[in-house]
């Protein structure tokens, strides 16, 4: 019987201020990525989010960002690797303080496409979830497109799990369409449950410009802060539960 994990970034209070419907998403997927005070978050609704998980039998992971209020997480910044290491193990403490069973990591927003890209900012990331992982005596999966996340989890000793968006557009070469550009978000449930389906039955995803793009992916994302989020995941829920695919986290 087949299986996928359903991810959401969830937990991501802005000046106490929920983006998300996070009660509803948790009831729909199988793994959160909780905002753990870089771009979002405080003690508070990191506290909420591990009792929600309890309550749902959800699977917790830290959602790590630069340091940026300002704009979400979502803007490019340039730190030394160890200062963006210290950055990144200060985040993920904070939510095992929450009291979060910590199962894996999932860089947010810029830092999600940096560590894509960049060799050392991969590798001060991952530095920083292995210390964590020694921490709590096993190695924390890393999430994430694949590149240089995955070559620096590797090194690290660390397991690394490829995801697909499924509210993203992809380009011919398998990256995303970055948000300012045209098709980069989907909002659609009916076309994002096609997408996971297809996903899951055959590995692949149409790019904006028509192109098929092979992903092999165990975990599926959805953003919580989509004004569409909640109709999406319960799309996306339904169609997997009518196909006979098993929704759950694999860490």
């Known amino acids: 019987m087949a299986a996928i994990d359903l991810n959401a970034d969830l937990g991501e209070t802005v000046d106490g201020v929920p983006t998300a419907?996070?009660?509803?998403?948790?009831a729909l997927i199988s793994s959160a990525s909780v905002a753990c005070g870089g771009h979002?978050?405080?003690?508070?609704?990191?506290?909420?989010?591990?009792?929600?998980?309890?309550?749902?039998?959800?699977a917790v992971g830290a959602h790590p960002s630069y340091p940026d209020r300002e704009d979400f997480g979502r803007a490019a910044m340039d730190f030394a690797p160890d200062e963006l290491a210290a950055q990144t193990a200060l985040q993920l403490g904070a939510l095992v303080a929450a009291g979060a069973d910590l199962r894996y990591v999932k860089p947010h927003g810029a830092l999600y496409h940096a560590v894509t890209a960049d060799r050392r900012q991969a590798e001060a990331v991952?530095?920083?979830?292995?210390?964590?992982?020694?921490?709590?005596?096993?190695?924390?999966p890393v999430l994430g497109l694949g590149g240089e996340i995955a070559r620096a989890a590797a090194a690290a000793g660390l397991p690394f799990v490829r995801e697909a968006f499924l509210d993203r557009g992809y380009l011919a070469d398998g990256g995303l369409v970055a948000r300012t550009s045209a098709g980069a978000l989907l909002d659609d449930p009916d076309e994002v449950a096609?997408?996971?389906?297809?996903?899951?039955r055959d590995g692949v995803v149409v790019a904006v410009d028509g192109s098929v793009v092979e992903v092999d992916a165990a975990s599926l994302c959805l953003h919580g802060d989509s004004p569409a989020?909640?109709?999406?995941?319960?799309?996306?829920?339904?169609?997997?539960?009518?196909?006979?695919?098993?929704?759950r986290a694999p860490w």
């Open 21 to 26: 419907d996070d009660e509803a998403m948790f």
């Open 229 to 247: 989020a909640v109709a999406m995941a319960r799309a996306v829920r339904a169609a997997l539960d009518a196909d006979g695919i098993v929704v």
């Open 40 to 58: 979002a978050g405080d003690a508070a609704s990191m506290r909420d989010a591990v009792d929600r998980a309890a309550r749902f039998g959800v």
């Open 194 to 200: 096609a997408r996971a389906l297809r996903l899951v």
């Open 126 to 140: 991952a530095r920083a979830v292995a210390d964590q992982s020694a921490l709590i005596g096993r190695a924390l």
